[in-house]
């Protein structure tokens, strides 16, 4: 860990024109760092509380008009007619438009291979677009969308995924429910490896299918300017965005504009366009106004993304001492009603998370009658948690060995699921395991839950320490990424970058790389980002790589920017440029400090007014694998007589390479914490699965995210900084994904811990919970 | 003129992949073109007519409040008292700020030297500024103004520029009313030159103040988030307002951002901020709110800028053959109430336009009661033209000589003005001229002209034709300028640049350099430009140098994205870079056209997603004077018994170097022509110069600006292009200012050849003409 990292950040100290002692070197870590690594609160701190930042959905155009989409309200039916005619005759509607409407024969691609029209009509899942209309107000959209008659032919649907391949199930393709052919990895020899183990343990697993539930809704406002397109999209990534809509309309990247700016979440439904960003686009066309579509939260739920259900079988061999043999992993998983990786991932950890010479996995996906899934926040690797570290949690209770313990007893070097078996540039694991467990006292913890289990009045409430670990699949980065880095007349800094700031910090992290290399305040800084008209490129901000991906081109532009300024400097004074530093907005000689020049004065700088540095992201390392690491304790107290659950506290300690703010660290980190309590505790998709098909849930009311009430008060970040000088220019590592990935299980293993009742599907409620405790009951009566 | 450019444009060639033949040379101009010098309609063409083009006086922000300024009704005055207890009670109101408002005690730089405070107790001229309001609608803001009690005490002014230098003026400055030392310049020997003379003529010339009138009033929305200061100017020069505003604020480049994009018109007043720009920023500091301040039509008579009129006396020497042997130039002017230029440039063609060997001027500027002068369309020229291009006219009839043929007698091929006397590098006069007169028919329509006078019916209606030329200071642009032209992943462009477009086509000028250095449609690219925050640099868009001083800068960046293409296509197709070219999208083999690669194919661009090319604007050749010439020819009817002038037909000979669009540059020629008939016609700001000071006609209505029934239905523009290779790499000059710079002048000969009446106080209106008859009546009489 860090230790120097967690001084208070002092903007004194800033002006005083602390800067980097790192040479100019763009691929090569700081040794050390004055900026970076500080708690440093948000760059646009501000203009968030305050109200003054524009979302996309804040965006309000002179005579734009308001856009709404006809779902359809079964899971599988065939649009047989659709009569408009009401419809348009309603005051302030402009365009009721169907898939017959002019310029709306257009093919959405859900992946390479798989496209529907934007108004197909054979619908797949409850929420498939049938209509949209555009009108003066959302109140005058939403009656054209009720006055809008259709008439379905209902199809036979399948809800259930374990159903999906049964041969009687309806079919979603021709060729039948399975998609593609299923998935199988294997090294070594399993059977070998479980003839070789002490204990042989298998279990099935099931996680909930999740919803995104990001805190602004999806949606855009398209506006055209003759044959020009602009879109401000509530997205992860406007490029991706951008090369979505250009390729379905058939337009040249240039004349599509996005732009993101602020945005009110993302986990990984918001990393492209959506069906709803075309017919925004399209409707707008056609109305010649521009039009607002942000989609109902109802809408959200159905149509844009989930985390894919996964069912789950696993198998473990281990010797006595804790070594692994074996691993054997079944997973079946649906991505709803488009190839949309049902089953992505799920085997990361068991193939990768822990040295073991034998492992086999088998994942087959399957299409049902249910919403398109989308990456969500780590995808596959929370699922594929939640059946390992149980396991690993009952393989340890079977040995009667610590949990920790058995974990450190099998700490991998190399990537074994790559080829080649790539060393990690570092792992952070066997730190965040020891780190994790001494900060969190988890021997007296184990020890005094253990000690009071049965005790006095408190009998009802029991409690319980449990811990898991995670990797994550990457975490370096990669390129490409182009940034560009300004500096004005006056010394002051202006940073252009494509990548979207999810929230999660981006903008202030990259404002502290290049106000480490530049000496300025980070707060001063003017940063333009997300909007493809201005910036240069990056890919969307997702797989916990944008501050790996993006902070090595940012430092490389305000490198190049230093450089200029530092060789121009040295003919104006007559020096060699590696004589010089940046020192409190002067150029000083480092051999005789009273040979200096203000930057304001610097000939590169009069003569241009400006100096303009073009950083771009470097290949990674080669034969090297990038990932972070994390190891994360969980406290609670089980009421056992209401099967409700206390999150006493929670610590995670996390392996993602240098920490570059120490404050938006951890916020990431908590986050991703309370997120891993929603699949462990709270979230769960609830389809009618015998009757309708359709969700019962899909509100905010009936569909349980935690609350402030849900999480502990109580939550510690350890960040373990392995000083990464491998990985890329700045040593960070991916941060917002691996942070939710072990936290369900380690929850499921607290309450084990204080139950002695394995919870192996999610979510546990209190109802599942009882149930649990009734069953108990019975066998042992 | 180059013949090839008169051609229609065809996007279909363009579509076929024609490109350059230019070398990649970053300082040679093209020697051949296929898309420079077309007639290409603007690239934003759509947007302007269809009203979607948003300029500054459209953007309306959320919460945004509306900002009026109450302006001194005297001249002259000293505030005794501000009272804002009534206007701050008014429903609405949020602001009602004076000089004692607590932010608003800054001072506002007129120039390096002078400055007044943002509300200055002591007022100069009508319409300096006392206080400012804020209110929810524009008419409580102008409700709250009238409620705003001053007590004011009204000192004695004056504003007739003729007695500011009268002991018993009233004074402006303590030093008094002279500004600065009288501008004298003198080369060779003006004795020696009129004693040498054969003809030697002296005559006084006056023109009145005109007021800009741009079609956009001046103004701004300000807008704070946090300490971050975003404005959105009607402006020419978005980074001149950026610094204005910071340095009056004490505020870092980077805190302060302006958006211009487009913008309704600027012919020198709004090259910087205004008074208004800051007390917007301030009103919506204080506010908490966006503040609109666009200011009312009268008030931009007033208070943001004039041409300065000036009174003129010229005495100039010739030998029977023509040649010019002394000028000697007396002028006194005045910007009014600030230092702002009241005599600038104004013996510039007296210095410059002619071979003389013996000249000498003396101007004198003064300050008067009267609202501050700013630059306007070639500062000074049209004025000093106005003399010296009637007393050419008076030379050649009293030599018994056709004007052109004087002119033509005294051609100069170095700037005998300049220190070194450094040789032109291009100087089209002689051509202006020579193919100008061939043009318009000079001579027989002179002769017909004469021919007429006197004929039976129309002897009332007195035909006559005349002409002028000129020179313009500067023309060849200058550093700095820095561009990105950006390849996107699909071969589309995305250019960059911070000039602002006045809405004389400088986009689509930049895009058509683009394109023909990259193969692809000017209108299929991208433009960002005018914003501090998004683009990198740009001096603000006047003195005729936008298109000489940015093309070079976005040539150079297109050929720094076509040479990164041909270098990593010539290691992709294993060939030589110098043996690539780009064709129809690919990158194509010279020797062997069966060798080529997709330009998206390209290992850079796949690479990066983007190819980003940043260009400089490169120095000026050292030694040379780049200026642009020019020669108008008039023919006017001029109805003796009413006054009135019918202007027949107009020819415009230009000189500006390459024709870059030969649409635009006849769109730039005519309104330079039109701006000219004003000076010569309509345009006068009239004070009530006995009495109250004030200005009198200070609206549309009582202001004439030539209106469609002034100017002439036949207009001419003949592009001289003298294939200028020194100037710079597009071999461009400036445009905009000398095309208006000889108009009031040829029109003022052709009435003296339509009536034998010399004209020499401008404007020429019916009435002044009628009493000029009648002074010629009563001396033959």
């Not at 570092?426 to 289990?453: I, P, Q």
């Amino acid at each position: 860990m860090n230790k120097s990292n967690t001084g208070l950040y002092s903007l004194a100290g800033l002006a005083a024109g602390q800067t980097s002692e790192a040479k100019a070197d763009e691929t090569r870590p700081w040794e050390k760092t004055t900026v970076v690594g500080r708690p440093i609160p948000r760059v646009d701190a501000y203009e968030r509380v305050s109200g003054s930042a524009e979302y996309p959905s804040d965006v309000s155009l002179p005579k734009m008009l308001y856009g709404a989409i006809l779902r359809c309200p079964h899971p599988h039916a065939r649009v047989k007619s659709v009569d408009t005619s009401q419809a348009e005759k309603l005051p302030g509607v402009h365009i009721v438009a169907t898939g017959t409407t002019p310029g709306f024969d257009v093919r959405w691609y859900y992946s390479r291979d798989s496209y529907s029209k934007i108004f197909d009509p054979l619908c797949l899942f409850e929420g498939d677009e049938v209509a949209g209309v555009a009108a003066e107000t959302p109140y005058q959209a939403s009656d054209a969308l009720r006055a809008i008659k259709v008439e379905y032919e209902v199809l036979p649907a399948v809800s259930d995924e374990q159903k999906a391949l049964d041969p009687q199930a309806p079919k979603l393709r021709e060729k039948g429910n399975r998609v593609g052919e299923v998935e199988k990895y294997s090294r070594g020899d399993v059977e070998k490896g479980f003839a070789e183990a002490d204990v042989v343990l298998e279990q099935t697993y099931s996680t909930a299918c999740e919803i995104h539930t990001t805190l602004e809704r999806h949606g855009c406002v398209a506006n055209w300017e003759g044959d020009s397109l602009t879109i401000w999209e509530s997205t992860q990534g406007v490029y991706g965005v951008q090369g979505g809509v250009a390729r379905t309309l058939g337009m040249p990247l240039s004349k599509v504009r996005v732009i993101g700016k602020y945005m009110g979440g993302g986990f990984g439904s918001k990393l492209d366009a959506g069906k709803y960003t075309v017919i925004a686009a399209l409707l707008a066309k056609r109305a010649g106004r521009p039009v607002r579509m942000f989609l109902p939260r109802e809408d959200t739920y159905l149509a844009v993304g989930n985390r894919p259900p996964a069912h789950m079988k696993l198998k473990a061999g281990v010797k006595k001492d804790g070594t692994l043999t074996a691993l054997e992993f079944y997973c079946l998983g649906t991505g709803g009603a488009h190839p949309a990786g049902g089953t992505s991932l799920n085997d990361n950890l068991v193939r990768d998370l822990y040295t073991c010479p034998n492992v086999r996995s088998e994942m087959t996906d399957v299409f049902i009658n249910a919403g398109p899934a989308r990456p969500m926040r780590a995808p596959g690797h929370p699922q594929g948690a939640w059946a390992l570290e149980q396991m690993m949690d009952a393989l340890a209770a079977k040995l009667g060995m610590d949990p920790v313990a058995l974990r450190l007893k099998n700490i991998p070097t190399v990537s074994q699921a790559q080829p080649g078996n790539p060393p990690y540039t570092s792992t952070g694991l066997r730190e965040c395991l020891e780190e994790g467990a001494r900060t969190f006292g988890w021997d007296e913890a184990r020890k005094k839950a253990e000690d009071r289990h049965g005790e006095g009045q408190e009998a009802d409430i029991r409690r319980g320490v449990g811990m898991a670990s995670a990797l994550w699949v990457v975490g370096g980065g990669w390129p490409p990424a182009t940034v560009i880095v300004r500096l004005f007349a006056d010394g002051s800094v202006n940073l252009n970058m494509g990548a979207s700031d999810l929230g999660t910090g981006t903008k202030t992290v990259m404002a502290m790389v290049v106000a480490e290399e530049l000496g300025v305040d980070p707060n001063s800084i003017q940063i333009e980002h997300a909007d493809t008209g201005t910036t240069q490129f990056a890919s969307p901000s997702g797989g916990s790589k944008t501050v790996p991906t993006e902070s090595p081109a940012v430092r490389a532009a305000a490198l190049s920017v230093k450089k200029q300024l530092l060789e121009s400097a040295a003919q104006d004074l007559k020096l060699a440029a590696d004589d010089l530093e940046i020192q409190n907005g002067e150029i000083v000689s480092r051999s005789d400090p009273a040979k200096k020049k203000k930057i304001t004065d610097v000939s590169a700088l009069r003569r241009n007014a400006v100096v303009v540095g073009v950083g771009y992201r470097g290949p990674n390392p080669p034969n090297r694998s990038i990932n972070p690491f994390a190891a994360q304790f969980c406290e609670v107290e089980v009421n056992v007589k209401t099967g409700e659950i206390r999150i006493v506290r929670f610590l995670a300690a996390q392996d993602s390479g240098r920490v570059m703010n120490r404050l938006t660290y951890q916020n990431q980190v908590f986050g991703g914490v309370v997120m891993g309590i929603g699949l462990g505790m709270t979230e769960e998709r609830i389809l009618d699965k015998e009757q309708t098909g359709k969700m019962l849930n899909a509100n905010w009311h009936d569909y349980k995210i935690p609350t402030a009430l849900d999480v502990p008060a109580d939550m510690t970040c350890v960040p373990i900084d392995p000083h990464d000088t491998e990985a890329n220019s700045t040593g960070a590592k991916g941060l917002g994904e691996p942070a939710t990935i072990p936290a369900a299980a380690a929850l499921a293993n607290a309450v084990y811990h204080a139950t002695g009742v394995r919870v192996v599907d999610s979510p546990i409620s209190p109802m599942r919970l009882m149930r649990l405790f009734a069953d108990r009951s019975k066998k042992e009566s």
